[in-house]
């Protein structure tokens, strides 16, 4: 446990100093950004003071340190409101999204790369490769684009950009900020269509991303295992075919997919910024997206540390897992 605590902060640590020399090398003046180009040089000399500015940096970033552990992330400059409270609003559109895309990628990747790898060279096998070719081929801006306007502008299947309708905005009480599992809790099965119709095409363009690289890990372990020589023995004690792949070639590549779907994840969760703008889901890829373009560099900074700390509590997150299913990693 001391170990993993250590590691924790010896990376958050690290994540700090990188985002804290981002903020101050690049070519945006925060003063500015405050009060404006037409501000005389009182004002400016004030504001420097009042934000620290003035102090040598190794007490600015001792500052950094303080006020993110606090939960301070500074106040943002588009709107004048605190970060921490931005992200808050913005981070369970991205999970809620994420998560559905992951468990898509999940539940359709691994039996198709298990199957692919079974039925090697077959028609099966040629259709996983080309769908995992695709899927790290196909830019996703351009796929977003094309499925909004055959499903919905030109089928009407799903619902259009956003998270619900606008009849249906602020209907139900905010618990989670996930707006699925908050219409679930609040009983309210109109806004939990709406919001359904308008998730399941961003998420299974999510999860097809996934599928893409879950299937292709999944063929090449069950590979490397089905032709190890424990299978073989398996197969002349005269265990069913069923057992020897689901349940013994399978299983001894859980550890290895444990890594392959948290990397999945966390990639979704910090590179869904195309198909949020796509689909003007308001999360934190969108979020850090439009403080940049606008140099609100204490948002893009506190977005940045967020998704940082999201990666590695997924890595300890893996790490207890590999624990549990692989008893050598005890």
């Known amino acids: ?12 640590l690290g994540l700090l100093f990188i985002t804290f020399i981002i903020g ?15 501000a005389s040089k009182e004002t400016y000399d004030a504001a420097y003071k009042a934000i620290g500015l003035d102090k040598p940096l190794i007490v600015q970033f001792a500052t950094y340190i303080w006020d993110v552990i606090t939960g301070d992330f500074g106040v943002s400059l588009l709107n004048a409101r605190p970060v921490a409270d931005d992200i808050k609003r913005v981070f369970p559109a991205t999970l809620e999204l994420a998560t559905l895309g992951t468990l898509i990628g999940v539940f359709v990747g691994v039996p198709l790369g298990v199957i692919a790898a079974v039925k090697r060279g077959s028609w099966i096998d040629q259709i996983a490769r080309v769908l995992a070719l695709v899927g ?3 830019p996703i801006f351009w ?9 919905y502008g030109i089928l009407g299947w799903v619902g259009g950009p956003g998270r619900v309708g606008i009849f ?16 679930l809790l609040d009983r309210n099965w109109d806004v939990f269509r709406d919001a359904l119709s308008h998730i399941i095409l961003p998420a299974l363009l999510l999860g097809y991303y996934s599928l893409a690289y879950i299937s292709r890990m999944t063929r090449s372990f069950m590979l490397e295992q089905l032709s190890s020589e424990y299978i073989t023995t398996a197969r002349v004690k005269g265990l069913s075919e069923r057992a020897v792949i689901w349940r013994h070639a399978l299983g001894n590549i859980k550890v290895q997919l444990i890594t392959v779907i948290a ?3 966390a990639g979704l969760l910090e590179g869904s910024v195309l198909t949020e703008i796509i689909f003007a889901w308001p999360g934190i890829g969108s979020y850090i997206t439009t403080a940049l373009l606008s140099a609100d560099m204490n948002a893009v900074m506190g977005g940045t ?7 590695v509590c997924l890595n300890i997150f893996s790490d207890l ?10």
């Open 136 to 138: 790290y081929s196909m």
């Open 143 to 151: 796929l977003g684009l094309v499925s909004l306007l055959i499903f």
């Open 305 to 311: 540390v967020v998704v940082g700390l999201v990666f």
């Open 24 to 38: 101050r090398v690049m070519p945006v003046d925060p003063v500015l950004s405050i009060v404006g180009e037409s």
């Open 168 to 183: 249906y905005v602020d209907i139900v009480p905010e618990v989670t900020g996930m707006i699925l599992v908050d219409s």
């Open 263 to 265: 990397l999945s994840y």
């Open 1 to 12: 446990m001391v170990r993993i605590i250590g590691s924790i902060a010896i990376t958050m």
């Open 321 to 330: 897992l590999y624990k549990y299913f692989d008893p050598r990693a005890k």
